[in-house]
T-cell receptor, first 114, second 115 residues
């Protein structure tokens, strides 16, 4: 069975600082990988996705993520955080027999200090 | 285009009562998914419709949950009778096809509180 782990429940950064949110997946083959963000009162918004090819993927809002097969990781990064990035972030995977069905991590709440 | 719409946005009911959640997908999206996040836990898959048919309902917790999608348009998720552990946020998502590169569009969710 697939699983996704986000080790950090809550992260606090200062505005303008760099950000890295961790995500580890467990799956025999290469999964499809996603990062979603949920702002208060909003639905889940897709930031970026990885299916194959270039292991560094660019997303919306200045985010990027890097797929590292050797570490089973798909960490999300942003070079300079804005106060509006404060939200909850979810890593998710899909693939194999779970076709079309996403497996989510526990989520990471990001707080941004001015 | 209009997004995925869910209502109500919040619902507070007593244990033993019935609640029906509704999801209106994006027009033309054949695939509709229900997910749930119980407090402090990860978001978990409940079921997947393709048009009006249940493609995968492996995540439905028990027979107190009934999902329908009449005519392949909107979907309802009924909980009857509701229990305390049913509290959480219920998300709906839709996509044009089950191919993941089309991407999901999620609704804002319904926060259900059972007291």
């Amino acid at each position: 069975a697939q699983s996704v782990t986000q080790p950090d429940i809550h992260i606090t950064v200062s505005e303008g600082a760099s950000l890295e949110l961790r995500c580890n997946y467990s799956y025999g083959a290469t999964p499809y990988l996603f990062w979603y963000v949920q702002s208060p009162g909003q639905g889940l918004q897709l930031l970026l996705k990885y299916f194959s090819g270039d292991t560094l993927v660019q997303g919306i809002k200045g985010f990027e993520a890097e797929f590292k097969r050797s570490q089973s990781s798909f960490n999300l990064r942003k070079p300079s955080v804005h106060w509006s990035d404060a939200a909850e972030y979810f890593c998710a995977s899909a693939g194999g027999t779970s076709y079309g069905k996403l497996t989510f991590g526990q989520g990471t709440i990001l707080t941004v200090h001015p | 285009e209009a997004g995925v719409t869910q209502f109500p946005s919040h619902s507070v009911i007593e244990k033993g009562q019935t609640v029906t959640l509704r999801c209106d997908p994006i027009s033309g999206h054949d695939n509709l998914y229900w997910y749930r996040r119980v407090m402090g836990k990860e978001i978990k898959f409940l079921l997947h419709f393709v048009k009006e048919s249940k493609q995968d309902e492996s995540g439905m917790p028990n027979n107190r949950f009934l999902a329908e999608r009449t005519g392949g348009t909107y979907s309802t998720l009924k909980v009857q009778p509701a229990e305390l552990e049913d509290s959480g946020v219920y998300f709906c998502a839709s996509s044009q096809a089950a191919y993941l590169n089309y991407g999901y569009t999620f609704g804002s969710g319904t926060r259900l509180t059972v007291v």
